[in-house]
């Protein structure tokens, strides 16, 4: 079992950046999952932002993400990031990390264990 806590996400204007951070604990080492990013936004569905692998030597993105964001962990410290570039409004969400057995999988249903999430908001 894995707890993730996410952490990092705060109030930026268009054009800033931000870097998320999930934190892994629990009685199996995150290190043995694939990881992802998800976004909700308010009164929308939850959507798939970026994946990585258990290595992290493979990485996916949402193609409205591309170019704007890198996800990448350390394994060693049990965490995994994601860095969020050119942040416009419409990137206001609330992000979580989940973790899962499949690498690069954007069917949110396929994860076993998420965070509690951390907001974004972007202001203009």
């Known amino acids: 079992q894995v707890q993730l806590v996410e952490s990092g996400g705060g109030l930026v204007q268009a054009g800033g950046s931000l870097r998320l951070s999930c934190d892994a604990s629990?009685?199996?080492?995150?290190?043995?999952?694939?990881m992802g990013w998800f976004r909700q936004a308010p009164g929308k569905e939850r959507e798939f932002v970026a994946a990585i692998n258990w290595s992290g030597g493979r990485t996916s993105y949402a193609d409205a993400m591309k170019g704007r964001v890198t996800i990448s962990r350390d394994n060693a410290k049990n965490t995994v990031y994601l860095q969020m570039n050119s942040l416009n409004q419409e990137d206001t969400a609330v992000y979580y990390c989940?973790?899962?057995?499949?690498?690069?999988?954007?069917?949110?249903?396929?994860?076993?264990?998420w965070g509690q999430g951390t907001q974004v908001t972007v202001s203009s």
């Open positions: 989940a973790a899962g057995y499949y690498f690069g999988v954007t069917n949110l249903r396929e994860y076993i264990y």
């Open positions: 629990g009685r199996t080492s995150s290190s043995s999952y694939a």
